[in-house]
């Protein structure tokens, strides 16, 4: 249950991380390398201004007999999630852009003797460090706090937010991410479930699993983030397995979270390097008003 720890192990270099996964990276040819819907992954071309330049266990179980009628979920984030995702997207687009870059660069570099191996190979190790490194970053849980201003809620909800009228666990902000920052990627599905569960921090849930799909799903059929209600509500069954962490608390109408609250801070995409890190930081409050 909760976020999972994605893709690898530490924070290296993308560099130092890609040839370790092109290490291990299984010569394969059909499933590895095949981009079912390639212009899904164009530049995202939703409004909003461009951006600035997964993860701890949940709390389990029902709540008990005496709290059930005073619950209510953290406060409604749908405008601020949209607004969340939309910059996830086109900052893992730049990068994206980087990665294939990075590692046309590093196939140029082979030695002669090397120069059978596919551009392919080592653009796809690049592209993995960088998922590898960013998904594990994704820690809404423990790291961000979802509540009102004026104490409207949660309450006997804790660590859960409202989004499109639903309720889910703030875990799923980042499995949902994940999944969607895959696809920009261009990850495979199979890749992209590999990566989820490696390594995997608690136990991987209905509501893990579904977010991380969802996420991938939206960005492989086309779709737009700012539309991502209507997406949800079309996949009801995987919509529904999303809230399951939300232990059916009911939504927070009673605070609403601005679309402009705290966000992800992430780095001038034109300071990035292959040879170092990639850092972002997460916002540590998402406050609801009143």
């Known amino acids: 249950m909760g976020e ?3 893709l690898g192990g530490g ?3 993308v560099h130092s991380l890609a040839r370790r996964l092109l290490d291990r990276m299984p010569w394969c040819e059909r499933w590895c390398f095949v981009h079912s819907r390639p212009e899904a992954m ?4 939703e409004s909003g201004a461009p951006p600035v330049a997964r993860g701890g266990l949940k709390d389990e179980g029902e709540p008990v007999a005496n709290e059930r009628e005073s619950r209510r ?3 409604e984030s749908t405008a601020w ?12 687009w730049q990068v994206n852009r980087l990665a294939i870059a990075w590692g046309k660069a590093a196939n140029a570099a082979r030695p002669w003797y090397e120069a059978w191996v596919p551009e392919r190979i080592d653009t796809k190790s690049y592209q993995y460090a960088c998922l590898a490194i960013l998904a594990r970053q994704l820690t809404y849980a423990p790291t961000t706090t979802f509540a009102s201003a004026g104490g409207h809620c949660p309450q006997n909800c804790a660590n859960t937010l409202t989004v499109c009228g ?42 893990d699993a579904a977010a991380v799909e969802l996420g991938w799903d939206l960005i492989d059929q086309g779709g737009l983030v700012a539309n991502v209600c209507a997406f949800l509500a079309g996949r009801a069954v995987d919509w529904a397995k999303m809230q399951e962490d939300g232990h059916g608390c009911p939504p927070c109408v009673a605070s609403v979270v601005p679309a402009a609250n705290d966000h992800t801070t992430f780095p001038a995409v034109a300071g990035l390097a292959a040879s170092a890190p990639i850092t972002v930081t997460l916002p540590p409050t998402v406050t609801g008003q009143p």
């Open 81 to 92: 999630f949209i607004e969340e995702a939309r910059q996830w997207r086109n900052f893992a």
């Open 166 to 207: 639903g309720c889910i666990d703030r875990s799923e902000v980042g499995n949902f991410i994940y999944g969607l920052i895959a696809r920009m990627f261009q990850m495979t599905w199979l890749q992209t479930w590999g990566g989820g569960i490696a390594g995997n921090r608690g136990r991987r849930t209905n509501a």
């Open 42 to 45: 164009d530049e995202p071309q």
């Open 4 to 6: 999972m720890n994605r």
């Open 73 to 75: 979920c953290g406060p």
């Open 11 to 13: 924070y290296g270099s």
